[in-house]
């Protein structure tokens, strides 16, 4: 056992429970560090809980070997052990209000709930699911397991639902709770959030209901998703027949972001690839202006041509909605030099990564460097990781990342602990 | 039949290639310095001004291709060419283009290094003598113009002459009357 230092002895908090800060706490916590996890929304994962397949394995990656062999089942026992493990105390629903104090002995102000459904005793029977709209279940996937209340959404069943939930649960009158915990390190793991282009006329989006991102498409490709797996219209639930979708939404682009989303191409052309290869008959194009699925991804690209996924470079001239719900697509195709017309009934834009909506502050409060939003390192040539005096950083809160590369960052950052504290 | 070894080997190229020592290289530059032209050469050939433009679709040389021959110093290509005369100055490839170039703004640049060597196309000579003359773009030459939209037949408060005595000073008036 590693000798542990008074006063760097302090719990970790790690703001934000996706695969980042995930495997940063399950790490810290085999080493016998306690942590602090706070995640805001209700359930842990982030980003990747509903991904289906994920490159560059083409599985879960928190699966275990075991549950490889049996598709469609993507039980992720990584993210439930979470919940049981003495040294990590896992607060969702919680966001951070306060920090201050000093580097190795920081005070932080957490809000909790209010939770309106206790995670202990919900044992999803799925009664307040069947009567009220207001009752929602996030993912299958979802950890703990519990459904979710929206106040907002209330209707005059829910105070029976209430009193007739079997196990007690639901609790209207929940309110928030206020703790300051005291922590001597601080990890940054808030992620991404993918963006959403409504202010972008020429893609229609939040106009047309048939115009979705890559993370609705990965959703609608889900096996446990609502429609299982299968590709409908939004806008009727027809089955759809014709994918459009474009690359660089938002990226690339000063007036919105001036950095490559790095890793939209490869989730694309993997979501390309199971639309060919796994729903018959779908046919798919992509609209790009550069393809960089960089080093080893090269291969979705290959296995998407060889798949028969079409390709034209080239960008969009115009969206035209048709009475039938289908969209009318005019492509300026740049190699040809001609505008090639579609007729399609999805269409996917592949939107840009940003930062989340609160990283801002957080970073403001901590005195943080960033980039483009996101959290920069002090050092980016020799620590990648650390952002500050014990302030780490790791996964896409730095930028676009990748799970593999979110989940060796959040190793970087442990390891970087441990030496602290040796 | 004079048969020399030369001829009897296949031509060694087969393309028409720009010669590249024959542009002007410095056009590119002189563009960048013009007003609005700064950003020209962050242009990275996406096309999106062209996939932009309402009327692209019956050029021979699209915005991002003219972009691309300014870049290139194609000065004579461009300068001459009727597409920047043709533009409608709407501004879509302008909103558009992710990397800010000034597509629009770049084209009434070149418009006016044309105008200052005189290739201004005739029918747009035109127009700036109509201007110069009448003082206005538009004249109304039937009554029934105004009448069927429930208008008087005069334009109340119409003033043209003073309008006319600025013109005679500008550029405009410079350029259509140097060309009488
Ligand atoms: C469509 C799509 C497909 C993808 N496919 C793949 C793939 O196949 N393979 C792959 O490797 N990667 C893929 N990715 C990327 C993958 O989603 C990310 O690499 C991964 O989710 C990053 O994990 P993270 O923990 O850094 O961030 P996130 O997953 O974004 O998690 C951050 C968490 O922090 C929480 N949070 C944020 N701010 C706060 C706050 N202030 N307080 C409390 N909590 C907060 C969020 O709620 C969230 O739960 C894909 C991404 C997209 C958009
Ligand atoms: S009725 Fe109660 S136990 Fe059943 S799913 Fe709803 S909250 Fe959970
Ligand atoms: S990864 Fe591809 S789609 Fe995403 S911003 Fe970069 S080039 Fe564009
Ligand atoms: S939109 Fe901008 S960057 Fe793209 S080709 Fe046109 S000028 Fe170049
Ligand atoms: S401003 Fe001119 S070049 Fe640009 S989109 Fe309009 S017509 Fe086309």
Redesign the pocket.
Known sequence: MVEVNDTLSGPVLI???????MTAAIELADSDIKTIL????QT?????LE?Y???PTDDC?YCFEGSRFRPGIRKCFYRSAMLDNPNIDLRTN???DEITGNPGNFKVKLTTGPMYVDPKRCIMCGLCLKRSGAFSLISPQCQPQAVFYDPSLAEESVKEIEKECPTKAINLNAQSTEEQVEVSDIIL????T?MRPVNMDEYGYGKYPNVIT??EL?RMLDPNGESAGALIRPSDGAPVKRVMMVQCVGSRDENYNLYCSK?CCV?AL?HANIIVNERNGIKTTVVYMDIRTYDRHERYYREARESGVRFVRGRVHLVRPNPDGSLDIIVYDSLLDRYLSYNIDLFVLSTA?EP?E??ET?QRTLGLNTSSGFVAPLDLANDSVVAGDHVYV????MGP????E?VTQARAVVSKILQGRQ | MAETKESAEPPTILVDPIDMSKLDQSFCNEIKSMPYGEELVACFACTTCTAACPIANQWDYKPHQLIRMIILGMREEVLSSKEIWECLTCFQCQERCPQKVRVTDIFFDCKNLAAEEGKVPNSIVALGKLLLETGQLYEVTEDWQREDLDLEPEVPGLATEPLKEILKTTRTGRLVGSDE
């Open positions: 703001i934000g429970a996706g695969v980042a800060g706070v995640e805001k929304k842990i994962g982030g980003n990747a991904l397949k994920a490159f990656f919680t966001r951070v793991a808030t992620g991404y993918e890559q993370l990965a890793i989730f993997k990564l989340s609160e990283d957080l790791c996964g896409a809160a990342a990748e799970v593999p979110s």
